[in-house]
């Protein structure tokens, strides 16, 4: 039997408003545009998985909390049209997490705040309650949205049962050294490499030396994406840059580092080398980026091997 892919992470309901300013304290204002949509990177990775394994007979599990409200219908309505397989606790006592995002019309700039809800109460007894579903995964994923708490013990599970282990240590944050030691793949980006490593990260040769500090740390391997180029891998062995693959011109890059993760998971799960999971991840980045939106911007797998078969 195929084994799945196991991520776990929160879901936020984003809503999106674009107006000329903030209001002050006390004030009303109109707005040009309002958008509701689904995020949260362990959401969005989900979604990028499934579509990405769509067709192999592989399956997508997402470990999460939800409220009970109108929000968690969008998120299910969200994995099950992507072809996620949900593993969300339903928690009465709170709410479905939520993000109220400003646009400011002029300069696309925007200021956000995150009320997690449910999410924020993820915990190691239910990661623990999934213990046989991550035992049993080829390629178990999380990020550091939920309580770090149930990050470590999802690694913890699956490592022990030999699973490969992703951690995507995002939003940045610092970890010590035996989270690290977890993790056989890190996939920061360049802020988030800053963050762990204290090293500036501003072009190849620095992602490099941040690389190699988090090797020293215990890190399997580290994929750094940079972005508009590409990724670099670099483990004990080999050091190789994996440029972008532009599929288009760039519409908005906000799920591109979750496309990436998503797309990588599913090409390690399907036995790829490393450099050619890379790979499939930086095209499902690629064609992420040409569309609005996160999760709606996720490819389907007939467009990543359409992409990577045109070189």
Sequence with gaps: ???????????????AYRADRQPKI????????????PGGKGSNQAVAAA?????????????????RDDFAAIARTTWARAGV???ATEDAESYTG?????????TGNNAIIVAPGAAARISAADVEARAGLIG??????????QPVAAARRGLEIARAAGVTTILNPAPA??????????CDYLTPNETEAETLTGLPVTGLAEAERAADALLARGVGAVVVTLGGNGALYRDAARSVHVPVISAGPVVETTGAGDAFNGGFAVALSEGRDVIEAVRFGCATAGISVTRPGTAPSMPARAEIDALLARG
Excluded: C, K
């Design 51 to 67: 579509m990405a394994a769509a067709g192999t007979g592989r399956a997508v599990h997402f470990v999460t909390r939800l409220g």
């Design 1 to 15: 039997m195929t084994r799945p892919v196991v991520i776990l992470g929160i879901f936020v309901a984003d809503t």
């Design 26 to 37: 006390g004030e009303t204002i109109l707005g040009h545009s309002f958008a509701l949509g």
């Design 85 to 87: 397989v949900p593993e």
């Design 173 to 182: 944050a610092a970890l010590d050294d035996a989270m690290l030691a977890l």
């Design 136 to 145: 049993g995964a080829s390629v178990f994923v999380t990020q550091l949205e």
């Design 98 to 106: 939520a993000a109220y995002i400003f646009l400011e019309a002029a």
